[in-house]
């Protein structure tokens, strides 16, 4: 994201035109970026190590930007692995969804 200082152009014609539309109560917008990075095998605290570094040293102009964070998600591969290891987990007693969810 741009740094705080800074001024988004992008950011005051979006809030713009959220007013001429009327949708109102919003008293700021800023306008970023986004990179998806995929990896194979788990996310441990090394690799998230690494994103952190790759994110601040690479990916941003940290003159003019900050990092605001870092999302890290599953594929649906590896959730479908999750829930067969689970279920096998669970197979001779009866798999018992967490509360919340549906099976």
């Known amino acids: ?3 705080a200082e ?3 152009p992008q950011g005051k014609a979006v809030a713009g035109a ?3 539309t009327g949708r109102t109560g919003f008293t700021g917008v800023r306008i970023g970026k986004r990179f998806e990075l995929t ?3 788990p996310v441990d605290d090394a690799l998230k190590a690494q994103v952190q570094q790759i994110a601040e040293e690479i990916l941003s102009n ?3 930007e900050d990092v605001v964070g870092i999302h890290y998600e599953q594929s ?3 959730l479908a692995e999750e829930a ?3 279920a096998a987990e669970h197979a ?5 969804a967490p509360a919340g969810e549906t099976h």
């Open 6 to 8: 800074l001024l988004d």
């Open 76 to 78: 649906n591969v590896e």
């Open 39 to 41: 990896v194979d095998g």
């Open 62 to 64: 940290s003159v003019i």
């Open 92 to 96: 001779d007693t009866g798999y018992v």
């Open 84 to 86: 067969a290891h689970a």
């Open 1 to 3: 994201m741009p740094k």
């Open 18 to 20: 959220l007013a001429r």
